[in-house]
């Protein structure tokens, strides 16, 4: 019933920028925090980055300066704004979701997009 829908993945020259979009629809109870993660091959999925449902907000050191999470509650919204982006960003960037499904909403659980490919030529 839940679905996260993502947008925005591409490829991009080193330097350039890309907003990623996360639409969170369906039968939530509520949403806690938002996310973002990447994957890249041969690597470990990682958090990028996240922000609570009072607008707080963390990255990774190695996007620090670089990109900005923002979310619009009204939308149930995410979005990654990617800047300066470096080879070393490409992976596909999954949006996750920690939230309480109405089916379950005494429990939190995470909820994840089907992914986007984010690729930084040199």
């Known amino acids: 019933q839940v679905q996260l829908v993502e947008s925005g993945g591409g490829l991009v020259q080193a330097g350039g920028s890309l907003r990623l979009s996360c639409a969170a629809s369906?039968?939530?109870?509520?949403?806690?925090?938002m996310g973002w993660y990447r994957q890249a091959p041969g690597k470990q999925r990682e958090l990028v980055a996240a922000i609570t449902s009072d607008g707080s907000s963390n990255y990774a050191d190695s996007v620090k300066g670089r990109f900005t999470i923002s979310r619009d509650n009204a939308k149930n919204t995410c979005y990654l704004q990617m800047t300066s982006l470096k080879p070393e960003d490409t992976a596909v960037y999954y949006c996750?979701?920690?939230?309480?499904?109405?089916?379950?909403?005494?429990?939190?659980?995470?909820?994840w997009g089907q992914g986007t490919q984010v690729t930084v030529s040199s």
């Open positions: 996750n979701v920690r939230g309480r499904a109405r089916t379950n909403s005494r429990y939190e659980s995470d909820y």
């Open positions: 369906g039968s939530f109870f509520s949403i806690n925090t």
